[in-house]
């Protein structure tokens, strides 16, 4: 390369690495600056909604489309609860739907004659002929001195609700009449909900509703015999099962605010020894204005953590059958199940020597009974907060896991006179 092309390319080069200065008048640098940011602020004006809501959400601090959907719970020592009302319903593979439309339904009254029969026909307010059609269906049977009856499905279909009211309770102390001792029941405040997005016909839904009664502040249904065959389709008696089976259950929440008393809520729930599980959770939790949610299910004990909102699996364990009211209750703090509570005995055993009853205000984790005349308890359940508890109401695999008011389990469980509420706590917590 000789000397003046050296030059012409240092030159070239220099050229290129000066600075270049644009003179531009305010006019036109109000003008370049809007093209280049006017698009941005477009941008974030319209999906400013969704940008925030997506944020509340992460934040754990969005609201209900319908506000009127949330609850307060009252002030306590839990903090500040909020709680939303849903309904939950069994997988398909859960959902037992074998059946004879030619089978004849039958009802088995143990101890009884037709004579005292009759009797009770009249006393829950069946007709002289509704008395005289299931006379005709009635039979005695010496040998286990028990009544046997077969009522035709037109007979149960046009019961009125009052006098199936009346009977069905008789019927459903005899674990012989499966159907009226564990009927189908939701709150008959929200019954609406039951059907809602089931995907159920008008049809179905009608028959439903035809053979509804009801028990203080629930309505049930036992005809699932009488439904089934006037229903046409194998999906729609899916569909009708799976939507009978609903059980209406909370969603809680506990907000966190800045100013919450971290040491009570602490004190509160970490009951059982876990106070060292609970105190990193809640001190972790983003200081928001508005308060952070945290879902309840990450305060309870792993037993109720892992089971909350869910079935038991008869494919995975053998006891998901037997696996009631009272073995829930008891194991509540146990990480590991203790099978000794699937007896009776062993539940009474347990209370009467390892619990003593609470005289003041239940707290989170006390033992809850709901106890006859007879000092029988036909059901128990886990006092959470509140009128909240933790429950399990029966032990059939389609029963779930959930969270209730304790008023709407007193209304699964009504009785005349009422069943009175007992509390219990562990000696050891």
Not at 88 to 109: N, R, Y
Not at 320 to 336: A, I, K, V, Y
């Amino acid at each position: 390369m000789t000397d003046d092309q050296k030059g012409l390319q240092d030159e070239t080069i220099s050229s290129c690495a000066r600075n270049v200065t644009l003179h531009l008048s305010r006019v036109a640098l109000c003008w370049l600056t809007l093209a280049l940011v006017g698009p941005w602020m477009v941008l974030l004006v319209v999906m400013w909604p969704q940008w925030g809501k997506q944020c509340k959400e992460a934040w754990g601090i969005g609201e209900a489309k319908n506000k009127g959907l949330i609850r307060r719970c009252k002030p306590g020592p839990w903090g500040d609860l909020e709680f939303t009302r849903i309904a939950i319903e069994p997988p398909e593979a859960f959902v037992a739907l074998s059946f004879d439309p030619d089978k004849k339904i039958q009802w088995v009254l143990p101890g009884y004659t037709p004579e005292s029969a009759r009797k009770l026909w009249n006393d829950v307010g069946l007709t002289p002929a509704q008395q005289e059609a299931l006379a005709a269906v009635t039979r005695w049977d010496a040998t286990s001195h028990q009544v046997i009856v077969a009522p035709e499905r037109e007979f149960l279909l046009n019961l009125d609700s009052n006098t199936r009211g009346r009977l069905y309770p008789v019927l459903g102390q005899f674990p012989e009449n499966h159907l009226q001792a564990h009927p189908y029941r939701f709150r008959a405040n929200a019954m609406e909900e039951w059907f809602a997005d089931s995907g159920l016909s008008d049809h179905t839904v009608q028959l439903i509703k035809k053979m509804f009664y009801f028990r203080g502040a629930s309505v049930l249904f036992a005809d699932e015999e009488t439904l089934l065959p006037l229903i046409k389709t194998p999906a729609e008696r899916l569909r009708a099962i799976k939507t009978l089976s609903r059980m209406s259950t909370l969603l809680v929440k506990l907000r966190v605010a800045p100013d919450s008393n971290l040491d009570e809520l602490v004190n509160y729930w970490g009951r059982g020894r876990r106070s060292k599980d609970i105190r990193p959770l809640l001190s972790s939790l983003p200081k928001l204005p508005e308060g952070y949610l945290v879902d309840l299910v990450h305060l309870l004990p792993s037993f109720a953590r892992k089971r909350l909102y869910t079935y038991p699996n008869p494919d995975a364990d053998q006891n998901s059958g037997r696996e009631d009211c009272h073995w829930t209750t008891l194991n509540f703090f146990n990480d590991t199940p203790d099978n000794r509570f699937l007896s009776v005995d062993e539940v009474r055993k347990f209370v009467e020597t390892e619990c003593y009853p609470v005289l003041g205000e239940p707290t989170f984790g006390d033992l809850v009974f709901l106890i006859n005349k007879e000092g029988v308890a036909p059901h128990s359940c886990v006092y959470i907060a509140d009128d909240i508890v933790f429950t399990k109401n029966g032990p059939e695999p389609y029963v779930p896991w959930i969270l209730m008011e304790l008023s709407d389990v007193q209304a699964i469980y009504y009785t005349d006179p009422p069943l009175e509420v007992k509390f219990f706590r562990h000696k050891n917590l």
